[in-house]
C-alpha cells in the first residue's frame, strides 16, 4: 500500500509541470562551472558574479562552458546547424572564445601593428562553426548595447560576419590595412600613441622602478596589492620556469598581485611582474595570469585537448604562435608552471588595445562612427575568426582552410552560413537577456555565492 | 515517519539474533581489457580500453555485513588535465554499504553509499556490462549509487520483494546539494519455473521522486523490466521514463531496451541487446543502438568476447545539433574479461 501511495505521489509529481526549468538548471551550471574557484577563494567568485550581473556582456563573457553545454541540451536549445557534415571539420583548432574584447592589436618585433586573439585559454580541438556562433552572441550582445543595433542591424551583423568569414577564408588574406575599418584604424592609432608614450608603464610602475600597490582592495575587488609571503614564493618558482621556458634573459625586478581583472578569469591568480632585458636593458611589464582546462564541447563530442597537447601551457602556447601572425606577435609570451599549476605570460603595453565595449559605445554615442564603418567593422570580426582558423590545423593532418571550405560548400555555402549567423544571432540575443535577468533573479534570491556557500570546502571529511 | 518506523524495525529485530557464527569473507575481482576499432574515426586514438576494473568485498558475521566495491576511474582523463599523479587510473568507492540482513526472515537494511534499487535491478537482469552499462545507467540517467539507506523486504517465500530507499539525490560523485531528498521504492516478483526451478521469470516496477542541485531541479523516474531466465538463455526487456535529467527539468526522455543472451556454461555464448531512446519534446530526437557479439568461455572465470556496435542520432540528439557528422558511429572489438571470486 505504501508502495503504491509513493509511486502515485512520484507520478503525480513528475507529471506537474517544473517551477523555472532554465533557472534551476543554471543555477547548477554557473555553480559548477566556478567550483574550482569556490574551494579556494569564494570571495573571488563572489566578485565575479557581481561583474557578470552588473552587464549583460560580461554574463555573456562569464558562461562560455554554460553556452557550449546549452548547445546540445534536449529541450529549449536555439541551437542548430547545417554544416559539420565531415568529421574532419569538427576537429579544427578553435579559437575557443572569439569576443571583441579578446581581439586586440599588437605591435611586432619588426615595428607594425597587427590583430590576434590575445586571450585563447579556451582555444582546443573542436567544430569551427562553434567560433562563429560564440562571436555572433558576442557581436549581437555588444551591437545592441553599444553599436545602436535593432533587429535588422542584428541581421546584418550575421550576414557580414559571415561574409569576413568566407571571404577570408577563400583569399586566405587578412583584411588589408588600407582597408581597415574606420574602427580598426583608430584602434590601431591608439594603440601607436599609447605604446609609443608607454603610458601603461607609467602609470604602473613608481619612479624608483618598483610597482604601484595599494594596501587594500576597492569595494568591488579590484585592486593592486603587495606580496604576501606565500605569493612570492609562488613567484619566485613562476619566473624560474618562466625564464627557463622561454629563454629570455631577464631578472625579475618587481612583482605584485593584481585583483578584479577580466570576467571570466577572475578569480585566477593574477600577478604583474616588472622586469628587464639584460640584452638590451629595455624594462617591460608582464601580465601572469594562471591558466586552467579549456571548456568542455558539447557532451557526446570527445574532449580532445588532453590527448592533442601535453598539458594546459602547451595548448594555449601552441595556440598562440599558430594562430598569431606573425606567430611572436607577443615576443614575451611564454608559459610557466608551479607544480601542476600553468600560468601565461603576456607583455603589457599600450600597444595592445582591443576592441573594448565601452570604447565602442563612446565612438557610437559620438558619432564618430557611421551605419556602413559598422558593417565593416562586422565583416571584420568574422575575417579575424577566418584568418585563425586558417593559421590553425586539423586533427586529420588536412589543411583547415581546406577543411572548412569544404564544409561550408557541402552545407549550402555563404548564404547559408548568412542565414544561420543571422538567426543564431536574434535567437541568442533574446536568450541571453532572458538568462541575464535569470542570473539577477539567482543572485538576489540565493546571495552573493547562489547558495553555493555549502560548497566552498573542498577536501575534508566524508559528507 | 518511515525512517522512524525502520529504524524501531532494525531494533526490535536486532533482539531476536542470538547466532553471531564466524566472519565470511567474500572477495570478487573483476577485469576487462578490449580493443575496438570505431568508426568514423573521432578524434585521437581510444582503441585500448580498461573497460571495467572493479573489486568488491563483503564481509559478512550472522546478520551484519559491510560491503565495500571499489571501481577504476581515469582522473583527469579526457576532461582535463587536473588529475591524480599525472591522469593515473585511480580507484573510486561505488558502493559502501553497512549492512544488516536477519536470518528468520527475508529482509535487509543497508546505508551508506547504497546501490541504487533500478541500477541493482537492472545489472540483475544484463550481464555484459564491461561492454555497455545496463539500461538507465548507460544513458546516464541513473547512478549507480548514492549516500542514503535502503531496506527490502521478501514474502511469500520471498517471492514478492519490495524495496526503498532514501538517498541525498546527487548521486555517486556529489554531496548534497538540498534540503530534499530522493525517495524510491521498487517492487519486484520472481516466478520459480521449470522441474528443479533453475528457470525463472522477474516482473520488477521501479518509481523514485528525486530533485537534484541547487535549485530542487525535478529528477523522477519510473519504470520496469522484465527478464526471464529459461534454458540457459537469459531475455529481458526494460524500460524507463525520466522527468528531469541531470539538472535539467525540462528534459523528459525515455528509453526502452531488449537483450538476449546465454547464460549459462556454453562455451559459445551469443548476446544482443538493442536500446532505443527519444525526448517527446525534442524534435527528430530519437536515438538507436545495437550491441551484439558473442562470449567465448575460456576457462572458468575467464572470457574472450568478440563485440559490434552501431549507434545512429537523429539531429535533435547529435552532440551538435544538425552535425550529421556526428550522427553515427559503429565500433567492432574484442575483450578479454576475468571475473573471479573468492568464497563466493
Keep these: 500500500m505504501q508502495f503504491w501511495v509513493l509511486v502515485l505521489i512520484g507520478v503525480g509529481v513528475a507529471c506537474s509541470p517544473p517551477a523555472q526549468p532554465r533557472k534551476a538548471w543554471l543555477h547548477d551550471e554557473i555553480v559548477d562551472d566556478n567550483r574550482v574557484w569556490l574551494t579556494r577563494d569564494h570571495a573571488r567568485v563572489a566578485e565575479k558574479f557581481q561583474e557578470m550581473n552588473e552587464e549583460r556582456f560580461n554574463y555573456m563573457r562569464g558562461t562560455l562552458s554554460i553556452w557550449l553545454n546549452d548547445l546540445n541540451r534536449p529541450s529549449g536549445s536555439w541551437f542548430q546547424t547545417q554544416f559539420l557534415n565531415s568529421l574532419d571539420a569538427t576537429e579544427v583548432l578553435i579559437v575557443g572564445d572569439p569576443h571583441p574584447e579578446n581581439l586586440a592589436t599588437f605591435r611586432t618585433p619588426g615595428g607594425s601593428i597587427v590583430f590576434g586573439f590575445n586571450d585563447l585559454d579556451a582555444s582546443q580541438i573542436g567544430p569551427w562553426i562553434l567560433d562563429l556562433h560564440r562571436s555572433v552572441q558576442a557581436m549581437a550582445s555588444l551591437s545592441e548595447s553599444s553599436l545602436g543595433c535593432e533587429e535588422s542591424c542584428i541581421t546584418e551583423m550575421g550576414e557580414a560576419l559571415a561574409e569576413g568569414y568566407v571571404t577570408t577564408l577563400q583569399t586566405g588574406q587578412w583584411v588589408d590595412p588600407g582597408n581597415w575599418s574606420v574602427l580598426s584604424q583608430d584602434l590601431v592609432a591608439m594603440a601607436q600613441e599609447e605604446g609609443d608614450t608607454k603610458s601603461e608603464y607609467s602609470r604602473f610602475v613608481r619612479g624608483d622602478g618598483m610597482l604601484r600597490f595599494g594596501t587594500t582592495l576597492q569595494d568591488d575587488g579590484d585592486g593592486v596589492l603587495e606580496l604576501t609571503p606565500e605569493e612570492a614564493a609562488q613567484v619566485d618558482r613562476l619566473f624560474k620556469s618562466y625564464k627557463q621556458r622561454s629563454g629570455h634573459p631577464v631578472i625579475l625586478l618587481d612583482a605584485v598581485r593584481v585583483f578584479g581583472k577580466g570576467v571570466s578569469s577572475l578569480p585566477a591568480l593574477r600577478y604583474r611582474w616588472h622586469v628587464e632585458n639584460q640584452d638590451t636593458q629595455e624594462r617591460l611589464l608582464l601580465n601572469v595570469r594562471e591558466v586552467l582546462d579549456a571548456p568542455l564541447l558539447p557532451n557526446g563530442l570527445p574532449a580532445l585537448q588532453s590527448g592533442v597537447f601535453q598539458d594546459n601551457a602547451e595548448r594555449v602556447l601552441e595556440a598562440s604562435r599558430a594562430v598569431w601572425e606573425p606567430s611572436d606577435s607577443d615576443p614575451f609570451f611564454h608559459t610557466a608552471y608551479d607544480g601542476a599549476q600553468v600560468f601565461k605570460a603576456l607583455t603589457i603595453s599600450g600597444y595592445q588595445q582591443d576592441f573594448d565595449t565601452g570604447w565602442l559605445t563612446d565612438r557610437w554615442d559620438s558619432g564618430e562612427i557611421a551605419e556602413a564603418d559598422r558593417r565593416e567593422f562586422f565583416f571584420e570580426i568574422g575575417a579575424a575568426i577566418a584568418y585563425a582558423h586558417l593559421r590553425g590545423w586539423s586533427l586529420s593532418g588536412r589543411d583547415s582552410g581546406e577543411v572548412i571550405v569544404e564544409d561550408i560548400a557541402a552545407g549550402g555555402g555563404l548564404t547559408a552560413l548568412q542565414r544561420e549567423l543571422s538567426e543564431s544571432a536574434q535567437a541568442q540575443l533574446q536568450l541571453l537577456n532572458e538568462d541575464h535577468e535569470l542570473f539577477g533573479a539567482l543572485l538576489r534570491e540565493q546571495g552573493a555565492l547562489l547558495g553555493a556557500e555549502g560548497l566552498v570546502n573542498g577536501v575534508g571529511e566524508v559528507q | ?344
Excluded at chain 2, 548534497?176 to 520459480?192: K, S, T
Aim: negative net charge.
Design chain 2, 1 to 344: 515517519m518511515k525512517m522512524v518506523a525502520l529504524f524501531g524495525w532494525v531494533v526490535c529485530s536486532s533482539a531476536a539474533v542470538a547466532d553471531e557464527g564466524e566472519v565470511s569473507n567474500h572477495q570478487e575481482l573483476e577485469v576487462a581489457g578490449q580493443f575496438e576499432f570505431i568508426s568514423p574515426a573521432v578524434g585521437i586514438d581510444r582503441s585500448f580500453h580498461l573497460s571495467r576494473a572493479i573489486w568488491a568485498s563483503t564481509l559478512r558475521k550472522g546478520p551484519a555485513s559491510a560491503r565495500l566495491e571499489l571501481g577504476a576511474v581515469r582522473s583527469g582523463g579526457n576532461d582535463s588535465y587536473i588529475g591524480v599523479a599525472g591522469e593515473s587510473i585511480v580507484m573510486q568507492v561505488r558502493i559502501a554499504e553497512a549492512q544488516w540482513r536477519p536470518n528468520f526472515i527475508h529482509a535487509e537494511a543497508a546505508a551508506g553509499l547504497v546501490e541504487d534499487l533500478w541500477v541493482a535491478e537492472a545489472n540483475a537482469a544484463w550481464d555484459f556490462r564491461s561492454l555497455s552499462p545496463s539500461v538507465g545507467e548507460y544513458e546516464g540517467w541513473m547512478e549507480r549509487s548514492d549516500l542514503g539507506m535502503r531496506a527490502q523486504l521478501g514474502l511469500l517465500n520471498n517471492r514478492l520483494q519490495g524495496g526503498v530507499s532514501m538517498t541525498s539525490g546527487e548521486g555517486l560523485a556529489n554531496r548534497e546539494r538540498n534540503a530534499g531528498q530522493n525517495a524510491a521504492a521498487i517492487l519486484r516478483w520472481v516466478q520459480p519455473m521449470g522441474a528443479d526451478g533453475d528457470d525463472s521469470l522477474r516482473l520488477s516496477v521501479y518509481g523514485r521522486n528525486g530533485s537534484r542541485g541547487l535549485s530542487f531541479a525535478r529528477d523522477h523516474r519510473v519504470g520496469g523490466i522484465l527478464s526471464a531466465d529459461v534454458s540457459g538463455m537469459n531475455l529481458g526487456a526494460g524500460a524507463l521514463k525520466a522527468w528531469g535529467v541531470d539538472g535539467d527539468a525540462e528534459s523528459q526522455p525515455m528509453t526502452v531496451s531488449i537483450w538476449a543472451s546465454g547464460r549459462s556454461n556454453w562455451l559459445v555464448m551469443p548476446f544482443l541487446r538493442l536500446d532505443r531512446a527519444v525526448d517527446p519534446q525534442v524534435e527528430a530526437s530519437v536515438f538507436l543502438r545495437a550491441l551484439g557479439g558473442v562470449n567465448l568461455a575460456i576457462s572458468k572465470g575467464v572470457h574472450g568476447r568478440f563485440f559490434y556496435e552501431e549507434s545512429r542520432a537523429q539531429e535533435g540528439v547529435q552532440a551538435i545539433r544538425g552535425a550529421n557528422a556526428l550522427g553515427f558511429q559503429r565500433r567492432i572489438g574484442v575483450e578479454l574479461h576475468s571475473k573471479l571470486t573468492f568464497n563466493p
